[in-house]
């Protein structure tokens, strides 16, 4: 009831006549007494300076993006890729998965949980100025960065036998039997009182 009479009273207000006149004109403000100040050019000569100069032999000034593409999804995966006039590709994709994560409480307690993560996994195409192709494919997930290529360095593999100790056969001696004779709180004879 409340609620229909605070609305009849908003209703009757905006249908009620305004007191604003539509003939209101804003006055009109007198220019100011004063003259603004001239600007005074610098009585010196600006440097003049020389365009910069562009080699004109530059191989790589008409490269263009010839393709392209980017296919966002509402999962969270998406891909990309593009290609250039030069040959350069490059291609990637990202999907979101659960992994196992750490979580830390107040306490600094850890606790392992299902968290949500991406993978990548892609791939890149060029040519070098002197011509050599390289083509690089990459996977980075829960494991890590795992990059492979023909020009990447390999750590060599060195295999070898790890040496064996010499086994020397002896016998400890065996230590003579001292005489003790036990007095009181201590030992006499040969042993330390």
């Given at each position: 009831?409340?609620?229909?009479?605070?609305?009849?009273?908003?209703?009757?207000a905006?249908?009620?006549?305004s007191s604003?006149?539509?003939?209101?004109?804003?006055?009109?403000?007198a220019?100011?007494?004063y003259?603004?100040?001239?600007?005074?050019?610098?009585?010196?000569?600006?440097?003049?300076?020389a365009a910069p100069?562009?080699?004109?032999?530059?191989?790589?000034a008409?490269?263009?993006?010839?393709?392209?593409?980017?296919?966002?999804?509402?999962?969270?995966?998406?891909?990309?890729?593009?290609?250039?006039?030069?040959?350069t590709?490059?291609?990637?994709?990202?999907?979101?998965?659960?992994?196992?994560?750490?979580?830390?409480?107040?306490?600094?307690?850890?606790?392992?949980?299902?968290?949500?993560?991406?993978?990548n996994k892609?791939?890149?195409?060029?040519?070098?100025?002197?011509?050599?192709?390289?083509?690089?494919?990459?996977?980075?997930d829960?494991?890590?960065?795992?990059?492979?290529?023909?020009?990447?360095?390999?750590?060599?593999?060195?295999?070898?036998?790890?040496?064996?100790?010499?086994?020397?056969?002896?016998?400890?001696?065996?230590?003579?039997?001292?005489?003790?004779?036990?007095?009181?709180?201590?030992?006499?004879?040969?042993?330390?009182?």
């Open positions: 009831m409340k609620l229909f009479a605070i609305a009849t009273v908003l209703a009757v905006a249908a009620a006549p604003y006149k539509p003939e209101y004109k804003a006055p009109a403000y220019a100011p007494s003259s603004a100040p001239a600007y005074v050019a610098p009585s010196y000569s600006a440097p003049a300076y100069a562009y080699a004109k032999d530059n191989k790589y008409g490269i263009t993006v010839t393709s392209q593409s980017d296919e966002r999804n509402l999962d969270g995966s998406s891909q990309w890729s593009y290609a250039q006039s030069d040959y590709t490059r291609e990637e994709s990202q999907v979101q998965k659960k992994l196992q994560g750490v979580a830390y409480d107040s306490y600094g307690k850890a606790t392992y949980e299902d968290v949500m993560g991406n993978t892609g791939s890149s195409y060029w040519v070098s100025p002197e011509g050599e192709k390289f083509t690089l494919t990459w996977v980075a829960e494991q890590g960065f795992k990059p492979k290529g023909d020009h990447l360095p390999v750590a060599p593999v060195h295999v070898y036998e790890l040496p064996v100790a010499p086994v020397h056969e002896y016998e400890l001696p065996v230590a003579p039997a001292l005489p003790y004779k036990r007095t009181g709180l201590g030992y006499s004879g040969t042993s330390f009182y």
